[in-house]
């Protein structure tokens, strides 16, 4: 799937901001994603957790 959305951007007539924001969004969404971590992502720490949550166990 990668080398045929590198052909398609190869191909396609897009203007230079156009193209930019179509290859990053391909890059970081579709060729390597990056699932976010609690242990990297701060945003998941500073949620507090739904009532309940805290000793669930797991199913």
Do not use: H, Q, T
């Not at 971590?37 to 009532?51: D, E, I, M, Q, W």
Request: include cysteine.
């Amino acid at each position: 799937m990668s080398f045929l959305l590198d052909r398609w951007l190869g191909v396609a007539e897009l203007d230079e901001m156009s193209y930019e924001r179509a290859e990053g969004i391909i890059r970081n969404y579709l060729k390597r994603p990056r699932l976010a971590s609690k242990a990297r992502c701060p945003r998941f720490l500073s949620r507090p957790s739904p009532p309940g949550w805290a000793n669930r166990s797991p199913p």
